[in-house]
């Protein structure tokens, strides 16, 4: 039976999307992430803080061999100014001026370690949710370019929507909410919110066989847990799903299943606490799903 000992308050169901926090690269995804970001903040009455960052150190010419740096030069700051003054305005166009531009702030954020300078910029711009784009590439460039998404995902105190590349822009109306069925009300908590902003339902499922066969499923009863959840969380619509897989454990499959079968707009995994020897034995499952996916991925620490 679902716990009555978590109390929500009709403002912790709702709209978040008020300080977007969007990391830019000022590739073609980043303008992806960007549009998104932007199309949810005019839905929610919200703003875009758009960030670049940059090493504030760099390898002087004449210093290969002695590991000595020197600061960015001040042109090099400049350059990067223009480039996303460039950006902002080419998103901004693309709304054909529906999108208020005073709802848009930029900045240039020097600092080492690309990650840490996001996650420590969103805590002092006070974002709600951060949206980044990434290529889903393989190889050397995927771990360059990937590590990034995959540090935030880890790192991050509030949900991290991840964009892939082969994202076409349209609405999210369907949130598929992968479950081990052991957490459900804390991470509802994390992702109602989300889910609401985003104008989206949420369809909760299991993937099934698993070995050891959990606790929390054979005691799970949808027909009396799915409209306790919906009464407790205030919500019109919550459905449940049940994948069965060919082999026990097989998260990936199952959730390649449920995409082709139930076609949701976005996938959502909910992160945990993880030990280092966990993490080496089994990878976050919602950083792997930002580089398989070809809709975006929301990640959320369940309170």
């Not at 980044?132 to 590439?137: I, K, N, R, V």
């Not at 771990?143 to 994202?167: D, N, R, T």
Request: overall charge positive; proline content about 5%.
């Amino acid at each position: 039976m679902i716990s009555q000992k978590y109390n929500l308050t009709f403002e912790e169901t709702q709209l978040i999307m008020k300080t977007i926090i969007v990391p830019t690269d000022f590739s073609a995804n980043s303008m992806k992430a960007m549009r998104f970001a932007m199309s949810n903040a005019m839905a929610n009455n919200g703003k875009v803080h758009v960030v670049h960052q940059t090493s504030i150190l760099e390898l002087a010419p004449d210093s290969a061999f002695t590991g000595l740096y020197i600061p960015s030069e001040t042109d090099h700051i400049g350059f990067l100014e223009n480039e996303l003054h460039k950006f902002v305005k080419k998103a901004i166009s693309s709304f054909k001026g529906k999108f208020n531009a005073k709802n848009i702030q930029s900045e240039i954020v020097p600092g080492v370690g690309t990650a840490d300078i996001l996650i420590q910029a969103t805590k002092r711009l006070k974002g709600d949710i951060i949206i980044l784009g990434t290529t889903g590439a393989s190889g050397l460039k995927r771990l360059f370019i990937g590590s990034v998404a995959a540090q935030v995902i880890e790192k991050s105190h509030v949900p991290v929507i991840v964009i892939p590349s082969a994202f076409r822009q349209k609405s999210i109306k369907l949130i598929g909410y992968s479950s081990d069925l052991d957490n459900i009300i804390p991470e509802l908590e994390a992702i109602v919110p989300v889910a609401n902003s985003l104008g989206a339902t949420i369809e909760m499922f299991h993937i099934e066989p698993t070995f050891p066969t959990s606790k929390a499923f054979l005691k799970f009863n949808p027909e009396v847990e799915i409209p306790a959840l919906k009464k407790k969380f205030k919500l019109d619509e919550l459905t449940f799903r049940l994948v069965k897989t060919k082999e026990d454990n097989d998260f990936f499959g199952g959730i390649s299943k449920y995409h082709r079968t139930r076609k949701p707009d976005m996938i959502c995994a909910v992160k945990h606490h993880r030990n280092w020897v966990s993490k080496i034995l089994d990878p976050s499952k919602s950083k792997t799903l930002a580089y398989h996916n070809e809709i975006p991925v929301l990640s959320v620490k369940a309170k």
